[in-house]
């Protein structure tokens, strides 16, 4: 079946402006993770959603970032007053999590360049 | 809160022999699960391998294998055969309740 999609794959925009990231989980997955990856980094959790659940948004740098997850399954990302240093690839997860389901299966992300 | 170490930034193998990437993680938790996931320059995050830590048999996937020691805290991943197509950065995982824990990465180049 399809994996996960982002979108866009692509963004440049100004500081300051608020910009809306994509994710379309793996039909049936209930879980859905948002990270972050810099420049030569690894991967930064941001923010974990499972089922009805109130998400886990542990790992949100600042309160410019937040997300939702309509509907059990696509979500997005919001940035708020976009600042330099928010520059990143932002990618999404889905995963089962069933027993013997643990992995996180990755989209292509979603690279965003503040200017 | 768990931390996970990939020593080795770079590597080097040519093409059809074997190399090996090391890491550790730091953790007090007796169930969870870690992975290897490698990440070619299409950024596209791709599962190589995974272990249940409750099991002791080291998992194997066709040319990719591990070596866990839980004891130690070491879960370093061994490519047989190497192929040009196995040049990526190559990042250990961890996993426990809902949150993946990322090392820093191996970039791994493959030579003819």
């Known amino acids: 079946g399809a994996g996960v999609s982002q979108s866009p794959s692509n963004k440049v925009t100004e500081k300051g402006k608020d910009v809306e990231l994509r994710c379309d989980p793996i039909?049936?997955?209930?879980?859905l993770y948002w990270y972050r990856q810099s420049l030569g980094q690894g991967l930064e959790f941001l923010i974990y959603f499972q089922g009805n659940s109130a998400p886990d948004k542990s790992g949100l740098p600042s309160d410019r970032f937040s997300a939702e997850r309509t509907g059990g399954s696509v979500s997005t990302l919001t940035i708020q007053r976009t600042q330099q240093e928010d520059s990143a690839v932002y990618l999404c997860?889905?995963?089962?999590?069933?027993?013997?389901?643990?992995?996180?299966?990755f989209g292509p992300g979603t690279r965003l360049t503040v200017t | 809160a768990q931390t996970v170490t990939q020593s080795q930034p770079e590597m080097s193998v040519q093409e059809a022999e074997t190399v090996t990437l090391s890491c550790t993680y730091d953790t007090s938790e007796s169930d969870y699960y870690l992975f290897w996931y490698k990440q070619p320059p299409s950024r596209q995050m791709i599962l190589v391998i995974r272990?249940?830590?409750?099991?002791?048999q080291n998992a194997t996937e066709n040319r990719f294998s591990v070596n866990f020691q839980k004891a130690a805290k070491s879960f370093s991943l061994k490519i047989s055969d190497s192929q040009l197509g196995d040049a990526a950065m190559y990042f250990c995982?961890?996993?426990?309740?809902?949150?993946?824990?990322f090392g820093t990465g191996t970039r791994l180049q493959v030579t003819l």
């Open positions: 039909s049936g997955h209930t879980a």
């Open positions: 997860a889905s995963s089962l999590r069933l027993a013997g389901h643990y992995e996180q299966y």
């Open positions: 272990q249940e830590a409750y099991k002791q």
């Open positions: 995982a961890y996993l426990t309740a809902s949150k993946l824990t």
